[in-house]
């Protein structure tokens, strides 16, 4: 019985690995590590998965399932933000992709100062490539607010990546 449901739950999951994973990295950022949130949720998803109607909400599934262990965890302890240029996987990165990674740690860090609504709508249409028809689902929102979500969220996500541009940081190779 297990073995199948295993079998189940891989054919489910191998095709949409990379946008679930795209998604967790971006939503758990200041929160939690990206792969604990990324195991805790399969671990959920794979006991429950009896529970899942329609396999082709599978992925629908997850974000929900990734997003309630992040409300619960933002309940539990104030935010954390890392440097992770300082990390062991950052260690061995050239010049120019440090100044590639730093971005990418800004935009995550100006992302983490949106509301989840807003956040989440950003990351599940930019990053993730979802319609917005599908946002509305998993949002269970309106077309219009959807939306709005996204003019709003990316008018103040630039806003916020312009002006903490103005701050001159150290890079590691400086210091």
Do not use: W
Not at 45 to 64: M, R, S, T, V, Y
Not at 114 to 138: A, N, P, Q, V
Request: hydrophobic fraction near 35%.
């Amino acid at each position: 019985m297990k073995e199948l449901q295993k079998e189940r739950f891989m054919k489910l999951y191998l095709p949409i690995n990379d946008r679930f994973e795209r998604f967790c990295k971006t939503r758990s950022y200041g929160i939690m590590g990206f792969k604990d949130l990324m195991q805790d949720t399969l671990l959920i998803a794979f006991e429950k998965l009896e529970l899942l109607e329609n396999e082709g909400a599978f992925l629908h599934f997850l974000f929900g399932t990734a997003s309630k262990l992040l409300a619960n965890q933002r309940k539990k302890k104030r935010p954390i933000y890392t440097n992770q240029l300082h990390t062991l996987e950052h260690l061995y990165l050239t010049k120019k992709e440090h100044g590639y990674q730093f971005e990418v740690d800004n935009l995550y860090l100006q992302l983490s100062k949106l509301d989840e609504k807003t956040r989440e709508c950003i990351i599940l249409f930019e990053i993730s490539g979802f319609s917005i028809f599908e946002i509305m689902t998993i949002q269970k929102s309106s077309e219009s607010a959807v939306k709005q979500r996204l003019k709003r969220g990316r008018s103040k996500l630039l806003a916020l990546i312009q002006s903490s541009e103005h701050i001159k940081i150290k890079s590691p190779h400086e210091i």
